[in-house]
């Protein structure tokens, strides 16, 4: 991994975890000398974070590292419901005692983690939900859903009440039903289960914003 990778993945990481907040200006001195390297590598890694829509350009002042907006995740959250009952539904019907292992064991963690660490409850279902997509072989559907689940994540860290939906019992039950679903090789059930528990994501993000109709219906 090059140094400039190397960079992006930790000031992706701070702005995805919220240690870079939303409202923080970044200036490429600052962090040439915080990381002791030229700006070249750093203004590589800004741009495309920028790229990425983390981060925006403020003509001679820096990066503003942006506000997760409303509109942010009615986005994530639609490409969520097009891609992941799909990719679950595709995982299910090549599901090995392997993943379903390893699913299992990041939903324990979950449970284990959810009243005393309620953003490590969060990393054990966002790895509950990558596993899914990948094992649902198709790397571009893959590609597209790993943005998506960081960028829900992140919201997790910014939006308020958040972090009290990862401790609910409710979070935990519609993973189980999930997996349950896989375990006895019902794809359809597992479609739908994966529509479901995304409603409810939904309604605990966005709250009295929630509006229904098209995909939510």
């Not at 969520?80 to 392997?98: G, K, N, S």
């Not at 006895?184 to 709250?207: F, N, T, V, W, Y």
Request: glycine residues 6%; hydrophobic residues 40%; proline residues 3%.
């Amino acid at each position: 991994m090059s140094l400039t990778e190397r960079l992006t993945d930790e000031l992706r990481r701070r702005v995805l975890s919220g240690q870079l907040a939303p409202g923080t200006v970044v200036v490429e001195p600052r962090l040439a000398e915080e990381f002791d390297v030229s700006k070249t590598p750093i203004r590589e890694s800004l741009r495309q974070l920028t790229s990425e829509g983390l981060l925006q350009i403020l003509p001679k002042k820096g990066y503003l590292v942006r506000a997760v907006t409303y509109n942010d995740v009615y986005e994530t959250l639609d490409l969520r419901m097009l891609l992941e009952p799909f990719a679950t539904a595709a995982a299910t019907r090549t599901a090995d005692a392997e993943l379903l292992d390893t699913l299992r064991g990041h939903l324990d963690q979950q449970e284990r983690l959810a009243a005393s660490d309620p953003i490590g409850s969060m990393h054990a279902a966002q790895r509950f939900h990558e596993l899914l997509a990948k094992a649902g072989g198709n790397s571009r559907i893959t590609s597209t859903l790993d943005k998506c689940l960081a960028d829900t994540a992140r919201a997790h860290y910014v939006l308020p009440g958040m972090q009290q939906y990862m401790s609910n019992s409710q979070e935990i039950t519609e993973h189980r039903r999930i997996l349950g679903a896989m375990e006895r090789g019902d794809s359809d059930e597992a479609q739908l289960a994966m529509a479901e528990h995304l409603k409810s994501i939904r309604a605990a993000m966005l709250g009295q914003h929630t509006e229904s109709g098209g995909l939510w219906e």
